[in-house]
């Protein structure tokens, strides 16, 4: 099966940027559509973005259109969150997910552990 693993979270300050990467791995990784999801604590996990697996279409949160890029780059097996002009209300666990094209976290098969990010006020 499929295997992702985040990674490039930590902590920045309000106005900052971070670029989180999730490397894939595993039966059918060059055809599997992409999204990422966040949650905080206390807090149910929410949509960010997903793409299509040839990078062609994308959908975005209205809480983060503008000011993140969801892109990939199928010869290495990676998928990237590029998230700039960032706010407090941006901090939470970021997961990786696969196996979809979809705003609905129930309909993705594969996900990674989640990277961490904090956006300090």
């Known amino acids: 099966q499929v295997q992702l693993v985040e990674s490039g979270g930590g902590l920045v300050q309000t106005g900052g940027s971070l670029r989180l990467s999730c490397a894939a791995s595993?039966?059918?990784?060059?055809?599997?559509?992409m999204g990422w999801f966040r949650q905080a604590p206390g807090k149910e996990r929410e949509f960010v973005a997903t793409i299509t697996w040839r990078g062609g279409d994308t959908v975005y949160a209205d809480s983060v259109k503008g000011r993140f890029t969801i892109s990939r780059d199928n010869a290495k097996n990676t998928v990237y969150l590029q998230m700039n002009s960032l706010k407090p209300e941006d901090t939470a666990v970021y997961y990786c997910?696969?196996?979809?094209?979809?705003?609905?976290?129930?309909?993705?098969?594969?996900w990674g552990q989640g990277t961490q990010v904090t956006v300090s006020s």
């Open positions: 595993g039966r059918t990784v060059s055809s599997t559509a």
């Open positions: 997910a696969g196996g979809a094209y979809s705003t609905l976290p129930n309909l993705y098969r594969y």
